[in-house]
């Protein structure tokens, strides 16, 4: 049973850039959170994915936008890339996104921008 | 003032002491709690939710106290491989959503 992957492990971009980040939920699974999360700091919400429409969004600039396909699956896409944009790209899945509902999340992305 | 707030650390420990680590919420319509374990540079993992009467799994209890928006982490008989940062996690009221909201972390290192 394959848990959540993510693609690429690694990426470097410079400023300026646009960056696509993708997800593969764990088997069975409907619903795609995504997460970024800076050195030192705890991961934070970027938005959430179900049934291929954006359930809610935390406090990220439009440069941040997403997408879910019928498969579940999952981008992150990020615009006119930012220093600040370094971080660890978490994705987690669940099955339905209600409040005890468990999240797993996969390995991550490492984004570096120059 | 953050959402989860927890005290960074980092905790230096011998093998086999107990450890605690406090955590505090500021929404109190908050509805699930849990700690999550995070190994340098990998994905946090669930290591339990966190239940109002209280849990235990092993040489780990956790604490829930709704009245004080409060949430403990107790480790006893600490190993080397227990060495990771703790994640303090709430979801978010409103909404479908699971959306969880975490603290920053507690740096745990056991020491031989």
């Known amino acids: 049973d394959a848990g959540v992957t993510q693609s690429p492990t690694h990426l470097i971009k410079t400023r300026g850039q646009q960056v696509t980040l993708r997800c593969s939920p764990k088997?069975?699974?409907?619903?795609v959170s995504w997460y970024q999360q800076a050195l030192g700091q705890g991961p934070q919400f970027i938005f959430q994915?179900?049934?291929?429409?954006?359930?809610q969004r935390g406090n990220f600039p439009d440069r941040f936008s997403g997408h879910q396909f019928p498969n579940y699956s999952s981008e992150l896409n990020v615009n006119a890339l930012l220093l600040g944009d370094s971080a660890l790209y978490l994705c987690?899945?669940?099955?339905?996104?209600?409040?005890?509902?468990?999240?797993?999340f996969g390995p991550g992305t490492r984004l570096t921008v120059l | 003032r953050k959402e989860v707030e927890q005290d960074p650390g980092p905790f230096n420990v011998p093998e086999g002491a107990t450890v605690a680590f406090n955590c505090t919420y500021s929404n109190s319509a908050s509805q699930s709690f849990f700690w999550y374990r995070q190994d340098c540079r990998k994905e946090p993992k669930l290591l339990m939710s966190?239940?109002?009467s209280g849990n235990e799994d092993g040489r780990f209890t956790a604490q829930l106290n709704r009245a004080s928006q409060y949430i403990s982490l107790l480790i006893r008989d600490s190993k080397l491989s227990d060495s990771a940062t703790y994640l303090c996690?709430?979801?978010?009221?409103?909404?479908?959503?699971?959306?969880?909201?975490f603290g920053t972390g507690t740096l745990l290192a056991v020491q031989p």
């Open positions: 996690v709430v979801t978010a009221y409103g909404g479908a959503t699971n959306k969880l909201i």
């Open positions: 987690a899945s669940s099955l339905g996104g209600q409040p005890t509902d468990t999240q797993y």
């Open positions: 994915y179900y049934e291929e429409e954006e359930r």
């Open positions: 088997s069975g699974h409907d619903t």
């Open positions: 966190v239940y109002s």
